[in-house]
């Protein structure tokens, strides 16, 4: 069977994505199965989503020879002019609570009409057999809480209010999340075209 690397060091989104891959005929590895060093990096210098998704595809693809999937993702909020967007993983130093901390104290003094924001994921698959990259997009609109809301998963889920479950993405089960989320949706696509990969 051949492998399939998720080329990510994010737990939480490593838990989603293998969700959506079981049932593909592929042997799925992480970074922690391959012969990487832990603490080997891709540095993240892309501008965009986009940009960063295929960095990270394509040189961890080559580094690894294997078949490569990668996510770029974050959240861009209206009210601070797109950020924390694309430096969404290093808005501010320390833990993600830390970081949903930062953003809560910038946006006090935002009335909740002026909370909205978005969620973006671009997932790109690096094939080093071919040397083609494709990308899939997923979005999910929603707004900035007052305060955390729920336990589960990771980053910025507890201030994420997401409009079509009406609760934050803590507060949804993995399932709910993935559902509606955009890692969800850009992963939706990408099953698609693996599905059909030799
Ligand atoms: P890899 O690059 O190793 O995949 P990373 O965490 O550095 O891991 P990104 O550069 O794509 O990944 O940063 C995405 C950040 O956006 C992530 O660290 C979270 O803070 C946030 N984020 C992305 N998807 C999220 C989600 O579903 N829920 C909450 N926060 C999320």
Redesign the pocket.
């Given at each position: 069977m051949r492998k399939l690397l998720i080329a990510?060091?994010?737990l939480?989104?490593l838990e989603e994505m293998q969700g959506y891959l079981k049932e593909l005929s592929f042997e799925v590895v992480s970074m922690d199965d391959t012969d990487i060093p832990k603490e080997w990096r891709v540095e993240?210098v892309g501008q965009t989503f986009e940009g960063?998704a295929l960095i990270?595809a394509i040189i961890t693809g080559k580094k690894s020879g294997m078949l490569t999937i990668?996510?770029?993702?974050?959240?861009s909020i209206d009210a601070l002019n797109g950020e924390p967007g694309v430096k969404?993983?290093r808005y501010a130093k320390g833990t993600?609570k830390q970081?949903y901390e930062v953003v809560l104290e910038k946006m006090k003094d935002v009335p909740d009409e002026k909370r909205t924001a978005k969620?973006t994921?671009v997932i790109a698959v690096y094939d080093p057999m071919s040397d083609q990259v494709t990308v899939t997009y997923g979005e999910c609109l929603g707004r900035i809480t007052r305060e955390p809301k729920g336990e589960r998963?990771?980053?910025?889920?507890p201030i994420?209010f997401a409009d079509e479950i009406g609760k934050t993405?803590a507060e949804a089960t993995l399932e709910e999340k993935m559902r509606i989320?955009?890692?969800g949706r850009a992963m939706q696509k990408m099953y698609e075209i693996l599905k059909r990969f030799p």
């Amino acid at each position: 069977m051949r492998k399939l690397l998720i080329a990510t060091h994010n737990l939480g989104k490593l838990e989603e994505m293998q969700g959506y891959l079981k049932e593909l005929s592929f042997e799925v590895v992480s970074m922690d199965d391959t012969d990487i060093p832990k603490e080997w990096r891709v540095e993240e210098v892309g501008q965009t989503f986009e940009g960063n998704a295929l960095i990270k595809a394509i040189i961890t693809g080559k580094k690894s020879g294997m078949l490569t999937i990668a996510d770029d993702s974050g959240v861009s909020i209206d009210a601070l002019n797109g950020e924390p967007g694309v430096k969404s993983a290093r808005y501010a130093k320390g833990t993600d609570k830390q970081r949903y901390e930062v953003v809560l104290e910038k946006m006090k003094d935002v009335p909740d009409e002026k909370r909205t924001a978005k969620f973006t994921s671009v997932i790109a698959v690096y094939d080093p057999m071919s040397d083609q990259v494709t990308v899939t997009y997923g979005e999910c609109l929603g707004r900035i809480t007052r305060e955390p809301k729920g336990e589960r998963g990771f980053g910025y889920d507890p201030i994420f209010f997401a409009d079509e479950i009406g609760k934050t993405y803590a507060e949804a089960t993995l399932e709910e999340k993935m559902r509606i989320d955009h890692r969800g949706r850009a992963m939706q696509k990408m099953y698609e075209i693996l599905k059909r990969f030799p």
